[in-house]
């Protein structure tokens, strides 16, 4: 059986510092592409590196949400009514302060194909290694939500080779 990868939950200095000593990775929410470039890369790589261990993973958890350019805003709204109790916690709110987001809603990928595609592509220019994609579905009704989220999915699994 191969080593099973263990990824840290590691959003401050001391915690990514840990996780790149020791761990194989970090797993990142709330984190927009210059907090993970700035504040997240440079930190656990350099763990990593002076412990003599190989890059580390960075997964970034990120909503996405295909929709018509109309309806970005209602989608970033839903992002932080459905998402957003994060925010309350002071090591998200700092992490938010390495970044240009100001809530999840900020880090939402929401919009057409290209646009989504341009902003996960962001992610990985920034230093992301995987994504942990947040369905998003927007809509009126149970029907619209299950439409949307079946639209998303089916996107995301089209842009998967684009993403490799």
């Known amino acids: 059986m191969a080593p099973l990868p263990v990824l840290v939950a590691a959003l401050g200095p001391v915690m990514l510092t840990l996780a790149g000593e020791r761990a194989d990775g970090t797993v990142l929410w709330m984190a927009d592409e210059r907090a993970v470039a700035e ?3 440079p930190r656990i790589t350099k763990a990593a590196d002076n412990a003599g261990r190989p890059a580390p993973r960075i997964v970034a958890g990120v909503p996405v949400c295909l929709c018509s350019t109309t309806e970005v805003d209602a989608a970033r709204e ?3 009514r459905i998402l957003g109790e ?3 916690s002071p090591n998200y709110q700092r992490l938010l302060g390495y970044g240009d987001a100001k809530d999840v809603g900020d880090i939402c990928a929401a919009g057409d194909e290209d646009a989504i595609l341009a902003r996960l592509l962001r992610f990985a220019d920034a230093g992301v290694t995987d994504l942990s994609v947040r369905l998003l579905p927007i809509g009126g009704n149970r029907d619209a939500l299950v439409a949307s989220k079946r639209r998303t999915r089916e996107m995301i699994a089209s842009l998967a ?3 490799r």
Do not use: G, P, S
């Open 161 to 163: 080779t684009e993403l």
């Open 78 to 80: 839903r992002a932080n």
């Open 39 to 41: 504040h997240v890369v």
């Open 86 to 88: 994060a925010e309350v």
